[in-house]
């Protein structure tokens, strides 16, 4: 696929945009009200059925649990996306959800601290924490605890992967995999190509700094590998991943450059790159997410599949 093709937006999604065009303004300020109206508690959007859905209290972080009712496949620890600052199990419901059914798994969806309230790294402590306790406790859902993968969406997969950097070496059972959707893995001062090209598709870099401004507390944080994962000295050695991009998203560079690093130093990992798509086409539903859930889900039987015959033999 040549990269003119890639980068194109697909006409569905320009006539999207041009219908929704008030949605994708930036606020004009991150004001109480503006950042409680994202963090809602009920879905705003239509959601697949469970067969069973439940809230619990793991430790001192909110989760939610979604199993499908049939033998499960694995765990997915989801952490879902908002800038760090803004989302909710509620509002990521639509993906959750998804995961849940193509993958065959269950899932436990994370209500990670936000900021500005409480900036790094207390999410991602929050994040680390139910990944711990959930291969400690696979087993609960009929699962091995070789078989759990961590997995997250825009500032999500920036926690999922700096989850499986803070885990490396320091848990008996190692993740199976990690799920990775239009990632955040560089900082805001960063200078890949995409961030400029589409700026205005979802994201602006004005949007980038604040928001980051909330989640470092106004501190610099721009070098530490587990807030920019593209700054760890070494990607070796962790679990095998699957990045999922937007041909037209202004992360595509960064999360395209975090595979290949993945690849050069290791570690198995694949790219699936999703031309004319912008940044937040399978939380919004776009058309093109069936194509998407379908390769994901794919993976994931694969991943939780290679684990079992790697234990059994």
């Known amino acids: 696929m040549s990269q003119v093709e890639e980068g194109v937006l697909d006409p569905w999604v320009v006539q999207w945009l041009e219908e929704n065009a008030a949605m994708m303004e930036p606020p004009a300020e991150y004001s109480q009200e503006y950042l409680d109206l994202t963090r809602p508690s009920v879905s705003p959007f239509p959601t697949r059925p469970m067969a069973r859905t439940s809230d619990e ?5 909110p989760v939610r649990i979604y199993e499908e009712g049939q ?22 419901e639509i993906i959750a959800t998804e995961l849940a059914h193509c993958g065959g798994a269950v899932v436990i969806s994370v209500g990670y601290r936000l900021a500005p309230e409480h900036p790094y790294p207390a999410g991602l402590e929050d994040c680390e924490a139910v990944t711990r306790w959930a291969l400690a406790n ?61 700026e205005t598709a979802m994201l602006r870099a004005e949007g980038m700094d604040r928001v980051w401004k909330m989640y470092s507390g106004d501190r610099h944080i721009d070098d530490d590998p587990f807030a920019v994962p593209l700054q760890a000295e070494s990607l070796a050695g962790l679990p095998p991943a699957l990045v999922v991009l937007g041909g037209c998203d202004f992360l595509r560079d960064e999360g395209r450059l975090y595979a290949e690093r993945l690849k050069e130093e290791g570690v198995p990992a694949e790219e699936l790159c999703l031309p004319g798509q912008p940044h937040g086409f399978l939380n919004l539903g776009f058309p093109a997410a069936e194509k998407t859930y379908a390769s994901v889900g794919r993976w994931l039987r694969n991943v939780f599949a290679s684990r079992s015959q790697r234990v059994e033999s």
Do not use: W
Not at 71 to 85: D, I, K, P, S
Not at 151 to 165: D, F
């Open 138 to 198: 696979a087993e609960r859902f009929g699962v091995p605890k070789t078989r759990v993968v961590v997995a997250g969406e825009s500032a999500g997969g920036n926690l999922a992967a700096a989850v499986t950097l803070r885990l490396r070496g320091e848990v008996s059972d190692e993740l199976a995999g990690q799920l990775l959707i239009y990632p955040v893995v560089d900082g805001p001062s960063a200078g890949h190509p995409s961030r400029r090209q589409f």
């Open 57 to 61: 209290i793991l430790g001192d972080v």
């Open 71 to 92: 033998e499960a496949t694995g765990l997915v620890v989801y952490f879902h996306g908002g800038g760090f600052c803004s989302g909710s199990i509620a509002l990521m």
